[in-house]
């Protein structure tokens, strides 16, 4: 409800899948121009974010940063660290959800092992439509 704010806590267990970390689905709001907060509590990640328009953007997340993803930025957590990666999430009450345009796209960027370390790459099937 329009109002309202949305909050909870984020939970991502660590490990990888290949080179990939374990992360969240990701998503856009439902209504695009609504922002949210993530407050890292807990553990090392980071946040991958996209607009419609093809900007994109990743944040470290670490404990204590305060990080404001603004409207119309997807987002998906990844954890990076050997721990759980825990953040506390804050949104407008009539944001809503939109899965489905990541899980057919997916982010243009991914967050993979290299070398023992983080680093962020193209995603290779990244699809245009
Ligand atoms: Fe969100």
Known sequence: MAGEVLHGISIVHPGQVGD????????FHTVLE???VYH???????MVMETPEGEWAVAELRPGVVLYV???WAHRSVN????DLVTLFAYPGHAG????????????KLVVER???A????NPRWSRN
Do not use: S
């Open 115 to 117: 070398d023992g370390r």
């Open 20 to 27: 990939e970390y374990f992360m969240t689905k990701g998503h």
């Open 119 to 122: 680093a962020v790459v193209d």
């Open 40 to 46: 890292c509590l807990k553990g090392e990640g980071y």
């Open 70 to 72: 603004l409207p119309r």
């Open 80 to 83: 990076t660290g050997a721990g």
């Open 34 to 36: 609504t922002a949210e």
């Open 97 to 108: 959800h939109d899965y489905g345009t990541i899980e057919q796209k997916g982010f243009r």
